[in-house]
């Protein structure tokens, strides 16, 4: 089985902070993705990446950075948290069927 | 433009009513159409992926079909533990090297004992 893991479920942080989100696959996939989630809004891509320091805008990424030092670690940053950046991440990685596998999603808040 | 449409936003069943979700794209060549469900808190999980009009999928209580506009997610005496989001997604054939998926915004379904 595919697994994909975030680094954690839950996290708190203040305005201005720099937070880090990770990813790991365990599938030696090239492909990995990060999205963030919202009601109303659905699911929305934020950056993405096709191979080790590799990397490439998605839809929104204002105020987000990533890292993609090892093929199987896919890291989102934010540079200085703000409050409109409280949301749900979902991070996820793609295969040869280009069927994407999204990890259990990390619940962040800005305050 | 790219585009993907799901109906309704929400759905409420009795156990045992079936029903149909529905998934309307717009994309300039298809590459494939994914189906996953969604928990409150979690992640998606994966359920189907469609490649050709007329092609059709079986899981369980689930059967998801494809033509060349829509996709279709028919749920058969569906049981209260069905109740989840469905998403849809389509992948484009000029995105096949980057694997960006353009997603719906969900159909939340409810199954009542």
């Known amino acids: 089985d595919v697994k994909v893991t975030q680094s954690s479920r839950y996290l708190v942080k203040r305005t201005g902070e720099k937070v880090f989100l990770e990813c790991v696959q365990d599938m030696d996939h090239e492909n990995m993705f990060w999205y963030r989630q919202d009601p109303g809004l659905g699911l929305r891509l934020i950056y993405f990446?096709?191979?080790?320091?590799?990397?490439e805008k998605g839809d929104i990424p204002e105020g987000y950075s990533v890292s993609r030092e090892k093929k199987e670690r896919f890291s989102l940053i934010l540079e200085s948290a703000s409050t409109n950046q409280t949301s749900m991440y979902l991070c996820a990685s793609r295969d040869v069927s280009y069927e994407q596998y999204f990890g259990p999603g990390t619940r962040l808040t800005v305050t | 433009e790219d585009q993907v449409t799901q109906s309704p936003e929400a759905l409420r069943l009795q156990e045992g009513e079936s029903s149909s979700l529905n998934c309307s794209y717009t994309v300039s060549g298809l590459r494939g159409l994914f189906w996953y469900r969604q928990d409150p808190g979690k992640g998606p999980e994966f359920l189907f992926t469609?490649?050709?009009a007329g092609e059709e999928k079986e899981k369980e209580r689930l059967k998801a079909t494809l033509t060349k506009k829509e996709s279709f997610l028919h749920i058969t005496a569906p049981k209260p533990e069905d109740s989840a989001t469905y998403l849809c997604a389509v992948q484009a054939r000029n995105s096949s090297n980057t694997g960006k998926l353009i997603f719906g915004q969900g159909t939340t379904l409810q199954v009542k004992p």
């Open positions: 469609l490649y050709s």
């Open positions: 990446s096709y191979d080790v320091k590799m990397k």
